[in-house]
C-alpha cells in the first residue's frame, strides 16, 4: 500500500484546493484513498479481471489506462465466465458503455470472478408458496461466495484507486454480487470514502431492507418499498445502502414476487423464474431505466474534451476547452491551475489565453470539478502545441497543396473528384485556395485530401467510394467536411484510398478502403465506416498513407508497416500482407517514414536514410534494381531530416537543405538539375527545402521549394501543362477505312478479311527469307492491362490501383520479359498514352489513339529499335453486340529483315458466344487467307475462349500456342492448361514460355501475362 500512501501525502500537501471549501478538499482526499479501509482484506480465491474498455477517437492515452468511469461487475447465481459478466450484469454494463461511447467517454468494466450456486439451491422444494419454499441449509449454501466476494472487491477498488486515482468508481451486482456491491457500499460509507463512488446498481439484491434509502426498486412490475431480500428475511439484515447524496445514489431493481429480493406468497416455481429473468426482454426496460439513473450520477462529474490546443508561433491563442457532462446548470464545471507555463493562463472557466514565441509541446496540469453539486476534483494535462506555420507544399497523386503562413491551404493540379476542396471538380493549374482558414496540416493522396486546422479538428475532401472522408456514407464532397468530433488531432497522411491520422493523445487511425488490411484494425475488408484505431498500444509520432500499405513511427523509435506487401514495403523480410502493425526488421530506429505503392523508405533519428520494397527504377538508392523486403541503406553521404517517395523516385532533405533524389527521372523526378532517364543512387536535385519533402504519383514537393516532375495535369502549380517529352516520330500509317457494324454483319467473316487485306503489297522472296537468311527470335507477349474504367470508382474492379499508376508497372514487366512485340487488350485512351509515356516512346503503339476509342482497346506495340512498320490495317469484329476495329500489322524485323503477320483480337466476354464465334471465325480466316504469301502469323490477344480457342483457330490452321498443344497432321490436342490469353503462332516455334501471375502482375491486372520466345528458322 506505499504506492497509495505516498500519492495522498502528495494530495494532502496541494489541499486544500482553491476556489473550494474545506469539505470539499478534505473529500479530495478521501476519495483518493478510498482503497486504504480496503488494506486490510486478505486475498481470496475469487478475483477481478478486465474487460476491454469502450473509447471513442477522443479518449486519450491515459485513458486507455485509466479510463473516465471504472465499473466494477460483481455476478451472481451462476452468472458469467472467467472476465465476461453474465447476461444479468451485461444488460446494465452494456447500456453503460453505450451511453458512454456516444457522450465520448471512456468505460473500463472489470469483472469479480467469483463462483456462485444458482438460486433454486435455496429451495427444499417448488411447492407452494415462495417464501414458505426456502431451506435455510441451502440459503446457507446459497450466501457462502458474498464473503470471498467482498474482499476480491475491495482488493480491485483499492488497486484501482491507487493506480488511478482520478478514476470515477461504479458498482453494480446481482443475486449474490449484489450482496456484496450492498456490503462494500456500506464499508465505503462508514470510513466516509464514498467520494470516488459515483453510484451503484443492485439487481435482485437479497439483502434489501425495508423502506429502503435507495427508494422503491425498478421492476416489472416492482417489488414494494415496504419489502426485505431473502437474507434480510430469513438471517440477520446488514442494514441498507447508503443514503443518496449530490453526486452518489444506488439504483435497486427487483421484480415483485422475485424470490431472491422479494420473496412472498408467489409459487416458488414462478418466484425462481423471477430472479432468474434480469438478463431477458421481460426486465429489457427496468434494466435501461437503471442504467440511465446510473448514469446520470456519473455524468455529473465533468471529463474535459479537449486534451490538446494547437496554434501557431507568435500568434495569440484564446481556446475555450470543452467538457462532458458537469453541473447542469451554468457553470458546468470550474477549472484549476496547477502548472501552467510562461505566457500562458488558464481561467476558472476553462479557457486558455496567451502567446507562444517558440514552436513546442507546452503541457498545462490543472484540476477539474463540477460546481453544482460539487465533485472531487480530477487532475488532468492539456498539451499546446505550437508550430511554425507550414509554407510547404504536399504531393500526392496528380494533385498538390499547402498551407501558407497565415494559415489558408491552396491546391492545384487535378479536380475530377473535388480533390482541391475550391467547390469545384475543375482541374487548376494554379493554386487555388481551399474553402475555409485555420489551416495547419494538409495532405493529398490524389483522389482526396484531408487536413488538420488549428483547433484540431479533422476535415477532408475529394472522393468517398471507400469512405475516404472518415464516414460510413459514399456522397463525394467538393467542400471540406469534418470527420468525428475530435479536436486533439496532430496530423493525417492521405493515399490514394485511404487515410492515417495521428492524435494527442499518440493514438493512430486509419479509415478508408482496407482489403489490403492497410487500416492497420486486425481484419480486411472493403472499407471502413468511421476511423479504426490501429491496433497495439505504442505511442505513435507520425504516419504515412501510400499506395495500400501504412507506416508509423513510435515514441520508442520503433517502425512499424502494414497493409499490402507484395513488394515487400512493409519491411518485416516477407512478402506476406499484414493487417496489424509489424515492426519494420533491422533493429533501426526511424523518426519519419514515407510510403507509395510497393515501397517505403525512413529517416533515422542520426540522419540515414533507408529504403525497401520494390526498386525497378533504382527507388532504393543503394546502386542496384533489386526489390528488398528488409531496409537497406541509401548511399548517400551527409545527414538528413526527412524522406519523401514517388511512384518510381525518392528524395531526401539533407540538414542544409538541398535536395538529393533517386530513381526514375523520365519526368523529372529527379529535380531540375538532374539529367538522364534516372539513377539508382541520390543526385542533387537544384533545389533547397526549408522542410519536408513528399511525392504524388510522378512529382514531388518540399516545402521552400516548390514541386517538379510530371505536369500533365497542372500539379506543379506554375499555370502550365506540359507533356513529358518523347520522341515524336509521325505515324507512317493513313486513316484505315472504316467498316461499320451493318457492314461487318452483312458480309461475315470470310469478306470482311478479305477486304481488309486486299490493300497489302506483295511479300517479296527477300522478306520471306531475311537478308541476312539469319534465323529471327523475337519475345512475344499478350498482356490484358485491366481497362482504366474498370479500376475508376464506379468501375467493377475498384480495389486496383488507378490506369496511371499501372502504366508504370506494365512498363516494369514488358522491359522484365524483354518482349519487343505486345498484344493489348482493354487499354483505354488514357492508359495508351501512359503506357506510350512510361516505356519512354521506345514503342510504336498501333493503331493507338489515332482511331477514336474503339480501336484503342486492341491495339498492338513494338519496340521501334527492332521492327518497322510494312502495312497496317485493322479487322472489323464483333465486340458486345457492336464491333470493333482489331488490329493488323505486317512488321519488319530490323536486324534480319525478315517479315511478320501479326493479328491480336480482344472478344467479347460473358454470355455472348455468338460475338466470340464469329470473332474466332474471323481470325482462321485471316490466318488461311494470308497464309499464302509464306510469312509467319502471330496471333494474340484475350479471346476470352479456352479450349474453344484451340480448336476452332489452332487445329484448323495448323497453328501452333505458346503453352503447348499439338496440332501437326490432323491432330487437335489442347495443353493442359489454358488461358484465356493467347500467343498462337504459324511459321515458327516458341520455346522460354512465361505464364506470369507474379505478384507484379496481380496488383497489375487481373489476368496472368503470357510471354513467349518465337524462333523463325
Known sequence: MTPVRARTRRIRKESPVTGFAPRVAQLATVGLVAGLLLAGATSAPAQADPAQPTQSPASSKKATACANLLVVAVDGNG??????????????????????????????????????????????????????????????????PIRSGVKATRKLVNGQLGSCPDQQVMLVGYAQGAAVVHQVLQDLDKKDALGKVVGAVTVSDPTRVRKSSAGRPLGSPAAAKNSEGILTRFTKSRGDVPSATDTFGAVSVCHKGDLICNPSKVAAT??????????????????????????????????????????????????????????TTAPAARFTPVSVPAGLSLSETGVVSGQLDAPGSYPITYTLAGVSPATV?????????????????????????????????????????????????TLRVSPVQVVGTGWARISTGGSFTCGVKLDGTLWCWGLNNFGQLGGADKVTSVLPRQVGTGTTWSDVSASWQHACATMADGSAWCWGQNERGQLGGGTNGARSTAPVRVLGDQVWTSVTAGGWTSCGTTSSGTAYCWGENSMGSVGDGTITNRNRPTVVTGGLQFSQLSATWGRTCGVTPTGQVWCWGENSNGELGNGTRTNSAKPVQVSASGSYTSVGTAVTASCAVRTDGQVLCWGDNRYGQLGPAASGSGSSTPVAAGVVATGKVTGGWLHLCAEGAGCWGANDVGQLGNGTITQASMPAAAATWGPVPAVSTQQMRKWGPTKVVKNAIATRPDVSAKARRGSKRDAM???????????????????????????????????????????????LSEPQPDQITSLDVATNGDFTLYPGNSMGYDAAPQSVMWKDSEWSLVWGTTLQMPFMKSSRPQALVRLKNRSTGREVYWVNAH?????????????????????????????????????????????????PTQMNAAVGGNTAGNKCQPP???????????????????????AQVRRTTDHAVVSSRFTVQ
Not at 455472348?912 to 509464306?934: A, F, P, S, W
Open 79 to 144: 452468472q458469467g465466465k472467467k472476465d465476461t459478466p453474465g447476461q444479468a450484469v451485461s444488460a446494465i454494463t452494456n447500456k453503460l458503455r453505450s451511453t458512454a461511447q456516444k457522450q465520448g467517454r471512456s468505460v473500463t468494466v472489470k469483472r469479480v470472478r467469483i463462483s456462485t450456486p444458482g438460486a433454486v439451491v435455496t429451495l427444499r422444494t417448488k411447492r407452494g408458496a415462495g417464501a414458505s419454499a426456502v431451506s435455510k441449509a441451502g440459503l446457507k449454501r446459497w450466501k457462502k
Open 270 to 327: 414462478k418466484a425462481l423464474k423471477l430472479s432468474l429473468s434480469y438478463g431477458s426482454k421481460y426486465s429489457r426496460s427496468a434494466m435501461r431505466t437503471a442504467a440511465d439513473r446510473a448514469w446520470a450520477r456519473a455524468a455529473l462529474w465533468p471529463v474535459p474534451t479537449t486534451q490538446q490546443v494547437v496554434a501557431s508561433v507568435k500568434t495569440p491563442i484564446s481556446s475555450q476547452l470543452g467538457v462532458a457532462g458537469g453541473s
Open 377 to 425: 476534483p480530477t487532475t488532468h494535462v492539456l498539451t499546446v502545441l505550437v508550430r511554425e506555420p507550414s509554407s510547404g507544399a504536399a504531393a500526392g497523386g496528380q494533385s498538390s497543396c499547402a498551407v501558407r503562413p497565415d494559415g489558408t491551404a491552396w491546391c492545384q493540379g487535378r479536380n475530377d473528384f473535388g480533390q482541391l476542396g475550391d467547390g469545384t471538380t
Open 777 to 823: 527470335a523475337v519475345e512475344v507477349m499478350t498482356f490484358n492491362l485491366l481497362g482504366s474504367q474498370h479500376t475508376a470508382p464506379g468501375g467493377a474492379r475498384p480495389n486496383f490501383a488507378p490506369g496511371r499508376v499501372r502504366a508504370e508497372w506494365a512498363k516494369n514487366l514488358i522491359n522484365q520479359r524483354g518482349s519487343t512485340l505486345i498484344g
Open 907 to 955: 472478344l467479347s466476354p460473358g454470355k455472348m458466344q455468338d460475338d466470340r464465334d464469329k470473332g474466332m471465325e474471323t481470325i482462321k480466316q485471316v490466318v488461311k487467307q494470308l497464309g499464302g504469301d509464306g510469312l509467319p502469323i502471330l496471333v494474340t490477344g484475350d479471346l476470352n475462349e479456352h479450349v474453344k480457342a484451340f480448336r476452332r483457330i489452332a487445329c
Open 976 to 998: 493442359a492448361a489454358m488461358r484465356v490469353d493467347w500467343i498462337f503462332g504459324k511459321g515458327g516455334t516458341f520455346d522460354n514460355t512465361e505464364v506470369n501471375q507474379g
